[in-house]
């Protein structure tokens, strides 16, 4: 059973241009949860998805920011404009509806030059 | 609001020593607690967890006990390795809200 996917691994992209991440959840998992580490932070939720349907964003930013887990395929984190202070490891995490435990990506590390 | 507040870092032991790291937690409703693990260039690896008071997570050599009295779920181990040498993370999940809320992670470095 594969883990939780995400690519790219490394993103490099210059400012004003758009960065779409990718993650697709463990076999059998549902749900999708977006985490963003600024450097030597902790992570920060940002968005909770499931098939089809936004469930919390409460931590996405206004603006620039969209998530998406259609129904078929991986789910989508889109950077529209990036800025430097975009620059993180983005992780996606993966549930299942039994237990709601959280397995891990890799991670995406974007820079913007 | 909800909160994790870790100890400082980095920490620096040598192997075979006994490790703490400490944390505390704020939070409105009945949370589970977690302890994360990520080792260089990886994601975060589930070490350890507890879901009610008084519960003990154990793992690899690792525990952590839920004290609720104290709002406090600190790491520790008897006898460290160099292969322990990651950045921990703990975490809180409210129930129903399937969000974790991160501390914000202390370095541990073993020398042999």
């Known amino acids: 059973n594969a883990g939780v996917m995400q690519n790219p691994r490394h993103l490099v992209r210059r400012r004003g241009q758009e960065a779409r991440l990718r993650c697709s959840p463990m076999k059998g998992h549902s749900h999708v949860y977006w985490y963003r580490q600024l450097p030597e932070e902790g992570l920060k939720f940002m968005v909770y998805l499931q098939k089809e349907n936004i469930i919390d964003e409460s931590g996405m930013p206004k603006e620039r920011f969209s998530a998406e887990f259609p129904k078929e395929g991986p789910s989508i984190l889109r950077i529209q404009q990036v800025v430097r202070g975009d620059s993180a490891a983005y992780f996606c995490?993966?549930?299942?509806?039994?237990?709601?435990?959280?397995?891990f990506g890799p991670g995406t590390r974007l820079t913007v030059t | 609001g909800n909160s994790v507040t870790q100890m400082e870092g980095p920490v620096t032991l040598s192997e075979e020593a006994f490790l703490t790291i400490n944390c505390t937690y704020t939070?409105?409703?009945?949370?589970?607690l977690f302890w994360y693990v990520q080792y260089p260039g990886e994601g975060l690896q589930l070490l350890l967890k507890?879901?009610?008071?008084?519960d003990k997570g154990s793992n690899k050599g690792f525990e952590a006990t839920y004290r609720k009295e104290t709002t406090s779920f600190h790491l520790e181990k008897g006898s460290v390795q160099v292969s322990d040498s990651a950045v921990y993370f703990c975490?809180?999940?409210?129930?129903?809200?399937?969000?974790?809320?991160f501390g914000q992670g202390t370095r541990l470095t073993i020398n042999p």
């Open positions: 939070a409105t409703g009945y949370p589970s």
């Open positions: 507890a879901t009610k008071a008084d």
């Open positions: 975490a809180l999940e409210i129930q129903g809200a399937q969000k974790l809320v």
């Open positions: 995490a993966s549930s299942g509806s039994d237990t709601y435990e959280q397995y």
